[in-house]
């Protein structure tokens, strides 16, 4: 380590001695700057150390020696850095954040204007869905309508005129059958005779509109 006492009083163990035992109790004189100098009143605690610190080459009281400052320096240095990654890393953070909210508005944005639009469309859905039964009785009635106008409309139908009503039964062709066989008695019906389908032609009153 570097002797960092006063030359003058380097290499004089002697004098050093004296300094030693009297610096401390002295109570007139102190040493300062490697000089001596008189005063009317004794040295305070901090003049005697840096005195001390001059002399003897003694650190001053509070004095952090060079490695420990050194260590310091970078635990300092070490700080600092991470305190700049971590506003770095906040304020990417935060951006990040800013993007979620604008995000996050657009959905709900998106959602409001779907509910809006589900609200609207709940009455007109109700009443779609009243019509519906209507709309099969209707079309159902369409049916029996073509059906009636095919049937009346082919050119080998046989009508036959003053049945009794009632007497058909569920099954038309099967009477019909019965019928034709009863009144041709023993004889088949002709091959060109198909029968397809029989039914009933409604009087004017039973016949849709």
Not at 139 to 159: A, F, Y
Request: charged share 30%; proline share 7%; hydrophobic share 35%.
């Amino acid at each position: 380590m570097e002797d960092r006492r006063c030359p003058a009083l380097r290499g004089s163990p002697i004098l050093l001695d004296i300094m030693q035992r009297w610096i401390p109790t002295a109570p007139t004189a102190y040493l300062t700057m490697g000089k001596l100098r008189h005063k009317m009143q004794g040295p305070s605690q901090a003049e005697q150390g840096h005195a001390r610190q001059l002399a003897f080459g003694e650190p001053e009281e509070g004095a952090v020696p060079t490695t420990m400052q050194d260590t310091l320096n970078k635990i300092l240095g070490a700080i600092e850095d991470t305190k700049l990654t971590l506003s770095q890393e906040i304020r990417k953070v935060s951006f990040e954040l800013s993007h979620l909210r604008t995000d996050h508005h657009k959905l709900e944005d998106r959602v409001e204007a779907t509910e809006t639009s589900l609200e609207e469309l709940q009455p007109a859905h109700r009443a779609h869905r009243a019509q519906v039964p209507c709309l099969s009785e209707w079309i159902q009635g369409l049916e029996r309508r073509v059906e009636d106008t095919e049937g009346c409309s082919q050119r080998n139908n046989i009508r036959i005129v003053g049945m009794p009503e009632g007497v058909v039964g569920t099954d038309a062709v099967a009477y019909l059958e019965t019928w034709l066989r009863t009144i041709m008695k023993e004889r088949p019906p002709m091959p060109f005779f198909a029968r397809e389908r029989a039914y009933r032609v409604p009087s004017r009153e039973d016949r849709p509109d």
